[in-house]
């Protein structure tokens, strides 16, 4: 949290700071930014928060592929509303009201505007988790070799990866680029990244993740698999972080640079 104070503190002072908390599914960026904007006076919104609808994904997998039903990749992320709210609180004033988007996740919709989350007043900055900001785009060539079983089996030509490599490389680069910080929690690897999301995930249930059951475990190994190709590059140094914290496998923070 003093890191992230740190990076508030280093900002331009005559508006919040636009700052995002980047890692890998499972590396604790979401606890992070909550418990430090609890802590600065800050507003956290996730990423995950402004999914695109449900109809909005369902008409990209007509018109584009169908692998964008799938929350979660970049494409599939409403960047001009996240734009919006992040403006109204900078504008806001300490006794107006922002209300943040949230997204149901187990009926895959976003939420009616009536059952947004308020924020009053003008925070000190805008803290966003998002596993993907700062991620660099692949060169073509290097989009032509599967990652993994769902590329091979649903995206044999490439047609889906190519159209996330361009939402990296357009949108979600112009995105980054407005940010005043990113802070990135580099996983050791992405061999780990399913016990993470397993812990997280045996977490919501209340039970221990010794005792998720297997085909839980199946379905979430599946699920990653739509995150694998950009989370690699990432770990491979393919993000822009102004600040880098190495993790170990106990996501326990080790070297910064940065």
Request: with cysteine; aromatic share 6%; net charge negative.
């Amino acid at each position: 949290m003093a890191l992230v104070g740190r990076l508030i503190e280093a900002a331009p002072g005559d508006r919040p700071a636009r700052i995002a908390i980047v890692g890998a599914q499972g590396s604790g960026k979401t606890t992070l930014a909550r418990a430090a904007a609890h802590a600065h006076g800050a507003a956290q919104i996730s990423i995950d928060d402004v999914y695109l609808t449900r109809a909005e994904r369902e008409a990209m997998a007509r018109d584009v592929h169908p692998l964008f039903v799938m929350r979660g990749p970049p494409g599939t992320h409403d960047l001009d509303l996240l734009s919006d709210i992040m403006d109204r609180l900078a504008a806001a004033g300490p006794d107006d009201t922002t209300w943040l988007p949230d997204f149901d996740k187990r009926g895959d919709d976003r939420l009616p505007r009536d059952r947004w989350r308020p924020y009053r007043g003008r925070p000190s900055a805008i803290l966003i988790d998002a596993w993907c900001l700062g991620a660099l785009a692949e060169d073509d060539a290097a989009l032509d070799r599967p990652v993994n079983a769902l590329e091979q089996g649903r995206d044999p030509d490439g047609q889906w990866r190519r159209a996330v490599n361009g939402f990296v490389g357009g949108p979600y680069r112009a995105f980054a680029d407005s940010l005043d910080a990113i802070l990135f929690l580099q996983a050791p690897s992405f061999d780990g990244v399913l016990d993470w999301r397993c812990q997280q995930e045996a977490d919501l249930l209340g039970v221990d993740p010794v005792d998720l059951p297997a085909e839980e475990r199946a379905r979430l190994a599946d699920f990653i698999q739509y995150f694998e190709r950009v989370t690699r590059r990432m770990l491979a140094g393919g993000v822009t972080g102004d600040v880098t914290v190495k993790l170990d496998r106990n996501r326990v923070p080790g070297p910064i640079s940065g």
